[in-house]
């Protein structure tokens, strides 16, 4: 039997850090294993007779900190993370001075002791930051990034050392403490980025956090029957309490209506746009809003099994669970360490027992070769695209959260969309009305139906009031609301206008079925009015570009089938699945990724499991917080047309990363073995190097002219 454990774990800042505790834990056995770097929190299952505790002190070995029990996680990262920032402020301001100095002939940059001074304290920083983690992955046999880092750095740092100190006449012939630096301040500045990235995930549960109302008011009854209401903080309220609601309160927790009827929007749950009647035996959701009447709900599901708690839940599973986009440097860095190293052993060894050089020259020669082999242009290659790509995704009005969602974008086969707020506005409107009674004139009803709705504060009704004007009101004796119906209203010549929903009064009607609205005169049916979410003008030509370049596009939401169905007719898209909660949405978008990689297009509460599960979520800048915080990318401007160009560029720049790799291992390739043989001085060696890192930043800036509209 398996058991399950989560815990969280301290210094766990990054990617890189959640792929080193993964690898590890599948060292110990593990299955179901989750690293959240956004969290901090790591799950995993182990046979229920294994000691969880070696597990805890192994990835303790890693340089990380298992908090056990009862210890305070609030804050788990955030010490780590503000030494990383400081480090790298410092770091920075030392580097600058060190790199200037290939700019400008003022002597003092030059001379290498200063040099020496500039470099050490960043050194020493790396060493902090990186050093620990690279000894650690290396004991226990996961070798990480941070081991290309430090050798790298150690490399340049140390060869400059011992051109500074035993060969003084020719000191500037061996001085690369610019290139220790370099590549210290470059990763920690790309960790800091990614650690923003990562952290801001957070903010989506947070955000889905602040939906659930702070407190509720508690109906409670003495020993004699008499009612008191009492407000307390809503994480007390209990299985069986009462609670009252009224118009324009947030339900508090998920019950059932034990007396009462109101108007729900449910939107931010379902995804349905219209407002729902709920009444006495009617199931509503904590978190929803009561937007017309008063309700008393008994409390059924409180705390943790809460839908919304749900909803929290599998958005924390999707963030942890999302598989790891590792950069190459990454994924080869297990062969190209070890190689590297060998490579320099054998230099050192056949320059001096074979080639009979002096022990200093040999050992020169084979620092060379790790100078020649520093992985800067490795490590440059994907972060220059990726920076062009994201700055070129900005312009365009395309806001991407971090390097890996880019070079995600070119393995989608297939797009989701949610319809409320995605392809349509979310704004009722008046979709198509009709005249039964031939003698009434359009202008006439118009004018008759404002004014009655003039008189009810439903959302169909404000619909209805703010697109049609009348300009001249009907003037009525009597008006009544008959809730969860419609209006009822007398005008001044006597005649009777019933104006509501078809449950009300046009149930038992063959005629004229599925419209929302319906006015009866006297009781006799007079005319009916559909209203509908009105679809994105861009929609239809955004799905009609991604369909021309080969993608199959997918209607999936929480609305009706009869809405679901005229939306996707509308707009061309394939396939529809309608009527879905969050947890099925979840479900029905992990079936679509077994079929192949696919991007979610969504932009309510009900959708943010699924945005955070896709391979890639995406959401519109008027999404709610919880859609924006869950989705990799944000359509700025709220603009559903600039979908295909983000696509674009995913491809483009995943294209532009392969270029670069391919120069940075050619750049390898070719010197270490002539830096092997002693054929290519370390001047020599670093300028080519400076070039490989121009080739490739040059190539960079060529993605941000390359044309995306086609």
């Known amino acids: 039997m398996q058991k399950t454990y989560s815990t969280v774990v301290e210094g766990m800042t990054c990617g890189n850090c959640a792929i080193t505790i993964s690898k590890l834990l599948e060292k110990k056995g593990a299955t179901n294993i989750s690293a959240n770097a956004a969290s901090g929190e790591v799950s995993f299952s182990v046979p229920e007779e294994a000691d969880v505790e070696k597990v805890y002190d192994s990835i303790d070995g890693l340089g990380y900190k298992v908090i056990r029990g009862e210890e305070d996680t609030a804050n788990h990262a955030g010490h780590d993370h503000d030494h990383s920032a400081r480090y790298l402020l410092i770091s920075a301001l030392l580097t600058v ?160 209506i034990i007396f009462g009827e109101a108007q729900l929007d449910e939107h931010m749950i379902t995804g349905e746009s219209m407002p729902v009647r709920k009444e006495t ?188 004007k009348s300009n001249h009101p009907v003037i009525f004796r009597e008006t009544k609301e008959v809730k969860g119906k419609g209006i009822e209203a007398i005008d001044e010549a006597g005649i009777q206008w019933q104006l509501g929903s078809g449950k009300w009064l046009h149930e038992n009607v063959p005629a004229e079925q599925g419209y929302d609205v319906y006015l009866y005169k006297n009781g006799v049916y007079t005319a009916a009015l559909k209203i509908s979410d009105a679809i994105r003008e861009d929609a239809k030509d955004t799905v009609a570009k991604l369909k021309q370049m080969g993608y199959k596009t997918i209607l999936l939401s929480g609305d009706s089938e009869e809405k679901c169905r005229y939306v996707a007719e509308s707009l061309g898209i394939q396939e529809v699945f309608a009527g879905y909660s969050p947890e099925q949405k979840n479900k029905k978008l992990d ?59 995913g491809i483009y720049t995943d294209q532009t990363i392969k270029q670069n790799l391919f120069w940075a291992f050619i750049y390898n390739i070719i010197a270490i073995p002539v830096a092997a043989i002693g054929l290519l001085r370390p001047t020599y060696g670093a300028g080519i190097m400076a070039l490989s890192d121009v080739v490739l930043i040059l190539n960079s800036l060529l993605l941000g002219v390359r044309k995306l509209d086609k």
């Open 97 to 256: 001075p060190l790199l200037a100095h290939m700019f400008t002939d003022w002597h003092v940059l030059h001379l290498p002791w200063v040099q020496f001074a500039f470099a050490t304290p960043v050194y020493i920083m790396g060493v902090m930051v990186f050093g620990k983690s690279a000894v650690r992955s290396l004991q226990n046999r996961v070798p990480n990034m941070d081991v290309l880092i430090m050798l790298g750095a150690t490399a340049a740092y140390i060869y400059s050392l011992i051109g500074l100190l035993f060969y003084r006449e020719q000191a500037m012939d061996y001085l690369f403490f610019e290139t220790a630096a370099s590549i210290i301040t470059l990763v920690m500045l790309g960790n800091w980025i990614e650690h923003k990235t990562v952290t801001s995930t957070t903010v989506a549960i947070n955000e889905l956090v602040k939906l659930q109302p702070q407190t509720a008011r508690i109906v409670m009854k003495d020993s004699v029957g008499k009612e008191t209401v009492m407000t307390v903080e809503s994480k007390y309220v209990r299985a069986g309490d009462i609670v009252l609601v009224n118009n324009g309160d947030s339900v508090p927790v998920d019950g059932e």
């Open 281 to 468: 035996g009617d199931a509503v959701v904590g978190g929803t809003l009561v937007v017309d009447g008063n309700v008393r709900i008994k409390a059924t599901t409180v705390g943790n099994a809460s839908v919304l708690s749900g909803i929290i839940k599998m958005v924390r599973e999707a963030q942890g669970t999302k598989p790891q986009l590792q950069k190459l440097a990454d994924k080869i860095s297990a062969i190209f360490v070890p190689t590297v190293l060998a490579i320099a052993v054998l230099t050192l060894l056949g320059n001096y027992f074979f080639v009979h050089l002096s022990f200093a020259e040999s050992m020169m020669r084979s620092i060379a070769v790790m100078v020649i082999s520093c992985p800067c242009a490795m490590g440059l290659a994907t972060p220059a695209a990726v920076a062009v790509g994201l700055g070129r995704a900005a312009r365009n009005g395309i806001l991407i959260k971090g390097g890996d969602t880019l070079e995600r974008l070119k393995t989608i086969k297939q797009i989701v969309f949610d319809k409320t707020g995605t392809l349509t506005t979310g704004k009722l409107q008046i979709e198509s009305l009709v005249i039964e009674d031939k003698n009434m004139q359009e202008d006439q009803l118009r004018s008759l139906i404002t004014s009655i709705e003039a008189h009810s504060s439903h959302p169909i009704a404000r619909s209805i009031t703010a697109q049609w």
């Open 591 to 649: 079936e679509l990724m077994r079929e192949a990689p696919t991007a979610m297009v969504g932009d309510g509460i009900n959708d943010a499991p699924a945005l955070a599960k896709a391979t890639v979520g995406i959401s519109l800048s008027e999404s709610t917080q919880i859609a924006i915080q869950s989705a990799n990318i944000i359509l700025s401007g709220n603009k559903l047309s600039v979908l295909p160009k983000a696509i674009r560029l």
